[in-house]
């Protein structure tokens, strides 16, 4: 990504966990995290990420309250990295089990891919629940694919990283494919599945 700040737009921001879980990967990188814009429905999660940009616990942006009547083509060339956990009402098995349609909940997920692609951005991080790994990663991939992207995706439990629960969650980075081939994610201790799908195949088995 190089030595600049990286440009992020965070949608489903919620209260900005997955912002500041970033800002601190790239930091680890040697890379600084500058927000361009914010987007979330809730007002009451809005609220929190006013206060924790007042606070100056999270960077100052706008924040866009409805990811559908987002105008991404205005950020073309603006914004380096999406990153967004979409709604997992329709794929958690606590859920309805719908999976990604168009229409439901969880089908917010082709909103964020649109703006994705009118944006212009180079990668993606996306986040949900565990269950998306037969309830609709396929259709993910598949969008990514059709997008011209590559991804790569994780499993991780909850206790990996100390919580008293397991409670997995699914990770994906998606790269603009540039021709060349890449590594895979070096396994992570706590990791139980995991995969990577080119821009010309995809599928759930990553291969």
């Known amino acids: 990504m190089g ?12 209260y ?13 990188l040697g890379c600084a995290a500058r927000p361009v814009v914010y987007c979330e429905r ?10 924790r940009m007042e606070d100056g616990s999270l960077s100052p942006a706008p924040v866009w309250s409805d990811i559908t009547t987002f105008p991404a083509g205005r950020f073309h060339g603006l914004v380096d990295l999406t990153i967004g956990g979409f709604p997992c009402q329709d794929i958690s098995n606590a859920g309805r089990r719908a999976g990604l349609m168009p229409g439901t909940r969880s089908g917010l997920w082709f909103d964020l891919a649109r703006c994705l692609r009118e944006m212009g951005c180079r990668y993606l991080f996306a986040e949900n629940v565990g269950a998306l790994l037969g309830r609709g990663l396929d259709v993910v991939l598949g969008t990514l694919a059709e997008s011209g992207f590559d991804a790569e995706w994780l499993t991780l439990p909850a206790a990996a990283v100390g919580a ?20 895979r994610w070096p396994a992570t201790p706590g990791q139980t599945e995991g995969g990577r799908a080119h821009h010309r195949l995809a599928g759930p088995s990553g291969v």
């Open 3 to 14: 030595l600049h700040p990286v440009r992020v737009a965070s949608f489903f921001s919620g």
């Open 164 to 183: 008293p629960h397991r409670r997995e969650r699914v990770f994906i980075l998606a790269v603009a494919n540039s021709g060349s081939d890449r590594e």
């Open 16 to 28: 900005g966990g997955l912002d500041l879980g970033v800002e601190l990967g790239l930091a680890a």
């Open 42 to 51: 809730e007002a009451y999660a809005a609220a929190i990420l006013a206060a």
